[in-house]
């Protein structure tokens, strides 16, 4: 993250968006739920017991921050957790823990 005194900018807006992303919980649960498994919008407002418009609204979200992606499945779309991009937050933010642990 830090080279020669200087913040890599990409990353730490990358981290800064995460940070906004998953600042809302019910993202959170959704990432939660998407574990290893792909579901609706249906199952994921069934299991949250939020509506589907509001699951829908969480998604575009996290499909507009690259974390989850959707596949059609016949006449559902299922969404599921994009793993590079997970890969790479957590390389992100393990750097800059890690900076911040050496201060």
Known sequence: MQMSGKI???????IARLANVLSVET???IVALLRG??????????QLE?????VSQHLR?????????AERCGYYVHY??????????????????????EI
Do not use: F
């Open 8 to 14: 890599d900018p990409q990353k730490t807006k990358n």
């Open 61 to 69: 979200i996290m499909r507009d921050a690259d974390l989850v992606v």
């Open 80 to 101: 599921k957790l994009n793993r590079k991009t997970i890969e790479t937050w957590h390389n992100y933010l393990r750097e800059l823990l890690a900076e911040a642990s």
């Open 37 to 46: 498994r792909r579901l609706c919008v249906n199952a994921i407002a069934s």
């Open 50 to 54: 939020i509506s589907s418009g509001a």
């Open 27 to 29: 993202r959170v649960k």
